[in-house]
């Protein structure tokens, strides 16, 4: 299939956000633009909504197609619909998937063992297509690093990373990349444990609109919150914090380089 990708080397990449969730999208990517954030990977979270998530695949936005663990329906053919969608759309990942132990009285997770069944599945598709990951984990992590070196997983990102060093350098040995977001802005451990953490295994995104950006008019633009963040912890500069995370996720993705 002829690529619709294409890859600026200049500006910033928000490596996760929802556009598909966005209340002013137009005017919203406008603004990011003129802030010189030229490229955005948009994760599917249900096959519902997989095609407001493939209505936004551009020159300037790639897709992932996947379902979340909130979303984890066994009436569904969850697995089925994704090889078809694999077979008919272009994508850079399979994501967002993951696992969500979060107790929540008043939204309910799935069983447990339906989000590792799914979970899992997802991972070896993931991997028949030599595509990378999106994972989402939360109250999880020790089942998720099992399960990505149980089934040998090696390209990836853990989306919106918060926890120590030791956490961090667990997935580093897996292969595995970080997404760093808004939450890092309240997470004085996970910002203590970034100056450990190589530059070459980080990514930048957002989680727009939810990510710790709920009241923020324009969400697409807490990456440049971030990015200062992250450029003060590792002591550079954010043209070379740009230059890296830019070329981190090109080569995670395998986005094409635009010469």
Same mark, same amino acid.
């Given at each position: ?25 137009? %005017? $919203? =990517?406008?603004? +990011? #633009? ?11 979270? @249900?096959? /519902? *909504? ?70 899992? %599945? $997802? =991972?070896?598709? +993931? #991997? ?11 109250? @999880?992590? /020790? *089942? ?116």
């Amino acid at each position: 299939m002829p690529t619709s990708r294409r890859y600026s080397d200049s500006g910033w990449i928000d490596s996760h956000c929802h556009l598909n969730e966005l209340a002013t999208a137009p %005017a $919203q =990517l406008k603004e +990011a #633009k003129q802030a010189q954030i030229e490229y955005f990977i948009v994760p599917g979270t @249900a096959p /519902q *909504q997989w095609s407001d998530v493939i209505a936004w695949q551009s020159a300037h936005c790639a897709i992932a197609l996947g379902t979340h663990p909130w979303f984890v329906d066994p009436n569904e053919d969850q697995i089925g619909q994704l090889i078809v969608a694999l077979q008919q759309h272009e994508v850079v990942a399979i994501g967002e998937i993951g696992l969500d132990f979060y107790s929540n009285q008043s939204q309910p997770r799935p069983h447990r063992a339906l989000q590792q069944r799914l979970f899992e %599945a $997802q =991972l070896m598709i +993931a #991997k028949a297509h030599r595509l990378p990951v999106i994972v989402h984990s939360v109250k @999880a992590h /020790q *089942q998720v690093i099992d399960t990505l070196r149980r089934l040998a997983i090696e390209d990836g990102v853990v989306h919106a990373f918060i926890g120590s060093a030791e956490l961090a350098q667990q997935y580093i040995e897996l292969g595995f990349h970080l997404g760093i977001g808004p939450l890092i802005l309240k997470s004085p451990k996970t910002r203590a444990a970034l100056a450990q953490v190589p530059l070459s295994q980080m990514l930048l995104e957002t989680d727009a609109p939810f990510g710790n950006s709920h009241s923020a008019a324009n969400p697409l633009l807490q990456i440049l919150s971030v990015a200062q963040c992250v450029a003060e912890i590792k002591q550079i500069s954010l043209a070379q914090l740009q230059h890296a995370t830019r070329g981190n996720t090109q080569r995670l993705f395998r986005l094409p380089a635009d010469h």
